[in-house]
């Protein structure tokens, strides 16, 4: 009852990411169960859930008066509902008493940020930033997922003359549930790409030739580059509704300045990326129905 339509296929696009959800190591504790994690997912605060999204008038029109949740808060719902199943699982397993069990840390929530920003196609050096950035960075580890991070909000800092439209939603979610909630919106983000023609990602780099090549230039005035930067935090940043240019520079730099300690995983991809390739207006209301004019 809350899908919504699959977008169709637009463009080849690229992308960048990687990351690693490693739990804590596990520890020995003593006594029954009374000794473990107290006060749930409540006790860091409580799920706060989706933030942000909605459909910005004049650029389209909700979709089945759905308003702005989308895809995005659809998920975090599908992963509370998995931990509250594995919760009243756990719940009912015997206690084992007095002796001694390894047990896993107790995890807190993790943040999941997906910005998503609309650029005229005058903004060709920005993909060619991205292409760099993906033949150069080590994907291996956070501290290049960082650098990834960092390079790509200051390319898009340099360009707020070229910013049309942007969508933020965030949420926050169990450690239990947040890798496949990110898997989840990552494979959305993906599938709306034709192929993938620039890839560095866990530390593999891959580039494809365009597959067809389509001559011609893009009109700068109604065609467009679409970024999505999905990133999963220990913290939670600070961020604002991104529905002004003002709001989007300024989650720009908060992302940005995300440490490598606390960030979790990223997903940088863009579209067009093939040469000659272009996307229309028509082609960005279907593939990101969320984003809103600036």
Not at 12 to 27: E, K, L, M, N, V
Not at 75 to 82: F, K, T, Y
Not at 211 to 234: F, Q
């Amino acid at each position: 009852m809350f899908a919504q339509p699959q977008p169709s296929h637009a463009a080849s696009g690229g992308r960048i990411g990687g990351g690693s959800f490693r739990s804590t190591p596990s520890i020995p504790r003593t006594g029954g169960y009374g000794g473990s994690y107290r006060g749930g997912y409540g006790g860091y605060g409580g799920y706060r859930g989706y933030r942000g999204g909605g459909i910005g008038f004049p650029f389209i029109l909700p979709i089945f008066g759905f308003g702005g949740g989308g895809l995005f808060g659809f998920l975090i719902l599908i992963s509370i509902a998995g931990v509250i199943a594995n919760a009243i699982k756990g719940s009912s397993t015997p206690s084992i008493g007095s002796s001694r069990e390894a047990i896993e840390r107790p995890q807190g929530p993790v943040s999941l940020i997906q910005l998503q920003i609309g650029l005229l196609a005058s903004a060709k050096e920005l993909q060619e930033n991205l292409r760099e950035l993906a033949f150069s960075a080590d994907t291996s580890n956070s501290i290049g997922l960082q650098r990834v991070l960092q390079e790509t909000t200051l390319s898009l800092l340099r360009k707020p003359d070229l910013w049309v439209y942007a969508n933020l939603e965030t949420g926050n979610v169990p450690f239990s549930a947040a890798e496949s909630t990110f898997n989840r919106l990552s494979m959305t983000e993906r599938s709306k790409l034709d192929a993938e023609l620039t890839s560095n990602t866990y530390g593999q780099v891959f580039k494809s030739e365009n597959p067809e090549n389509k001559p011609g230039e893009a009109d700068i005035t109604s065609e467009y580059i679409a970024i999505t930067i999905l990133l999963a935090s220990k913290s939670k940043p600070n961020t604002k509704d991104s529905g002004t240019s003002e709001q989007l520079g300024e989650n720009l730099r908060i992302l940005g300045s995300i440490s490598s300690n606390d960030l979790i995983a990223l997903e940088v991809i863009w579209q067009p990326e093939g040469s000659g390739e272009v996307l229309s207006a028509e082609k960005l209301v279907t593939a990101y129905p969320n984003l809103k004019h600036l």
